[in-house]
């Protein structure tokens, strides 16, 4: 069984009178340790592909099933569930909050799962032991790089045990070595932990880290390669 699959999904937007097609008829099946890259022009599908994959959207037709179960017509706490059990989220601008120190950026996913303020403490530091940031718990994000910043990130999509990352971008404001030794923190944590990572990128550099690209076009997938 596939981990996560879509079934002929299509997303339209009203504007207007007017209806944008932003995916059409789109079926992909991505299985559990996959390292996949989304790839396509500005306006080609892959960012509301991925905001499907990630439940922020519902597809207008057809079916998506993440662990063989339809997620497509969840009610919005349902959804919710899933993004925060199943889904690690990470972006191009970071997200952190930036008065809180980066341990108290990581337990937010926590706050919501009845744990006590030691374990979330634990977990935190662990998650952020794994980016190698171990030391560095106590600094708020002014006092670090971009490239921390990024770590303290895929820390907190780390911290709930989700089996699926889903990165938007992530090496976007990041320099060429950052962008690298953050690729290769993704490259670790697919090949050590088995979780499957699905990134957004219009770097072709950035997705030779991967070993799958699929490639959108007007809301079509036109390509679907496999690297060994």
Known sequence: MALLETQ???????LGDIAVNALRDV???IGKGEFMAIMGPSGSG???????????DKPTEGRYMLEGVD??????D???????????????????LSRTSALENVELPLLYDGLSAKERRQR?????????????EGHHPNQLSGGQQQRVAIARALVNSAPIILADE???????RTSVEIMELFVKLNEESNITIIL??????IAAFSRRRIFFRDGVVVSDETVR
């Open 78 to 96: 349902e959804l919710a569930t899933i993004r925060n059990k199943k889904l690690g989220f990470v972006f191009q601008g970071f997200n952190l």
């Open 27 to 29: 079926s992909l099946s």
């Open 46 to 56: 892959k960012s509301t592909f991925m905001n499907v994959l990630g439940c922020l």
């Open 71 to 76: 997620v497509a017509h969840m009610s919005r």
């Open 200 to 205: 957004v990128t219009h770097e072709k550099d």
């Open 170 to 176: 992530p090496t976007g404001n990041l320099d060429t």
């Open 124 to 136: 935190a530091a662990s998650a952020l032991a794994v980016v190698g940031l171990a030391g560095r």
């Open 8 to 14: 002929g999904i299509a997303k339209t937007y009203r």
